[in-house]
């Protein structure tokens, strides 16, 4: 029986796997640097987007009622959103999203404001819904929801949704939700005109709701 060892083999066989070991960290650490200076960048335009919203919202409170466009703020809302919602599709629950995400829900929150405003001292009514969901948990009725309000905030322009995730450690979000007097039992939850709906709703039923509430134009294709 040859005893005699092969050591150049098995010298040649570390030297494979301790390279493909090395590899596979290098790969690990480039591709969560990547991660980080994406969210990074995601972050730097928010911020500008954020600074800019907030001189928008001190402008239009000093602005006559004839001259305060509707949707002045809502456009910027949207984009922010689409830019938060990339950034938890692609990059995760790190805590620069999560620090984005309370950002982004104080900025609602003042449109909201601004919003209510306006309208006691315009006498206009503004159309708006409040929907809260959640995160924390596997939430299937809250994902139908949201492509409800989507889908009609694409129908009907004029109208905002502010979304809230309930479980934002987020003191100006715990407010709204002991205002409303919301539980995440009863997760999702809409308040449109005061009144608070609990639980999924369809599109044709809240399509309804808001037509009796606001006066709104819808898009023709």
């Known amino acids: 029986m040859n005893k005699n060892v092969d050591w150049r083999k098995y010298f ?8 493909l070991f090395l590899t596979a960290i290098y790969l690990s650490n480039y591709l969560g640097d990547k991660k980080i200076s994406e969210l990074k960048l995601i972050q730097d335009k928010i911020a500008i987007d954020i600074l800019s919203s907030e001189t928008q919202f001190s402008l239009l409170s000093e602005l006559s009622c004839k001259n305060i466009s509707d949707s002045a703020l809502s456009g910027e809302l949207g984009e922010l959103g689409s830019k ?4 938890q599709d692609n990059l995760g ?3 620069e ?3 984005l995400k309370k950002y982004y829900s104080l900025l609602q929150i003042k449109d909201y404001l601004l919003t209510k405003k306006i309208s006691e001292r315009c006498k206009v009514k503004s159309a708006f819904i409040l929907y809260f ?7 299937s009725e809250c994902e139908r929801q949201g ?8 129908k009907y322009p004029e ?6 995730d309930y479980s934002t450690d987020l003191s100006a979000v715990t407010a709204m939700l002991q205002i409303y007097k919301i539980k ?16 999924f709703h369809g599109i044709e039923e809240l399509e309804t709701n808001i037509k009796q509430s606001f006066k709104l134009q819808e898009i023709k294709e």
């Not at 040649?12 to 390279?19: C, E, N, Q, S």
């Not at 938060?84 to 950034?87: A, N």
């Not at 492509?147 to 694409?154: D, G």
């Open 12 to 19: 040649i066989v570390l030297l494979i796997t301790a390279t």
């Open 84 to 87: 938060l919602e990339w950034g």
């Open 93 to 95: 629950a790190t805590e």
């Open 97 to 99: 999203v999560s620090y």
């Open 133 to 139: 969901y959640t995160t924390a948990e596997n939430c």
């Open 147 to 154: 492509i409800v309000l989507t889908a009609l905030r694409e």
């Open 159 to 164: 109208l905002r949704v502010y979304s809230f």
């Open 184 to 199: 995440d039992t009863v997760l999702p939850a809409l308040v449109i005109d005061g009144d608070v709906l609990t639980g």
